[in-house]
């Protein structure tokens, strides 16, 4: 063995009882060298990417919908009627890594139902209309769609350490931050159609 990864817990890096530090200190266990999980690390950071204005409105929305099945049906319907990509909305859990990014996405595709479903129930929601909130959910989804997308490109088989460290989103974050500082969404297509939409209504 030359290399041990682990995912950052006290188990496994403890510095007197962690696995690491005993294998270290076993004269018989060869040499190694240790690294914190690189997936690991892009899920921890994704985690800091909350924007909990968007995501809980969410959230509560599709729980509201999806809660009691005469909702959900009607919703189904207006959808058909007004030729929703699709006719349902996902269910967020915070276990699997790819669900937020689903949900987000999902949604977004759904939105224009979604708001005619809450306005024929007399029950408008105003940030759904709202263009810094459209904007904030539009940076969200294009932002968790990358991340899911680097996910899945550092797993699978005879993957080298270099190739993947490479594809690290460090480099690519730092390089949309700069285009969004410029004012430049053009990496972010959910944020450029939401921020054109609000130029169009200015209009």
């Not at 919703?75 to 990014?101: I, N, P």
């Not at 029950?123 to 940076?139: K, T």
């Amino acid at each position: 063995m030359v290399g041990l990864t682990t995912d950052g817990a006290p188990a496994m890096v403890g510095c007197d009882k962690g696995l690491v530090a005993l294998c270290r200190k076993d004269e018989t266990f060869p040499q190694f060298l240790s690294y914190h999980c690189i997936i690991h690390q892009q899920a921890l950071c994704g985690n800091f990417l909350k924007l909990n204005n968007v995501m809980k409105l969410v959230v509560k929305i599709v729980n509201k919908i999806r809660a009691q099945a005469l909702q959900r049906r009607l919703f189904k319907t207006l959808a058909d009627e007004v030729d929703c990509q699709y006719g349902d909305l996902l269910l967020h859990s915070g276990v699997r890594w790819l669900s937020r990014g689903r949900v987000l996405k999902r949604f977004n595709d759904v939105l224009s139902g979604i708001v005619q479903f809450f306005k024929q129930r007399d029950e408008p929601i105003p940030e759904l209309e709202n263009s810094i909130w459209l904007r904030d959910f539009g940076f969200l989804v294009d932002i968790t769609e990358k991340l899911n997308e680097l996910n899945l490109q550092l797993q699978g088989r005879d993957k080298e350490l270099a190739e993947m460290i490479s594809d690290m989103f460090i480099r690519k974050l730092e390089f949309w931050e700069q285009n969004l500082i410029n004012s430049d969404a053009k990496h972010f297509p959910i944020l450029s159609e939401k921020i054109s939409q609000k130029s169009i209504r200015t209009l």
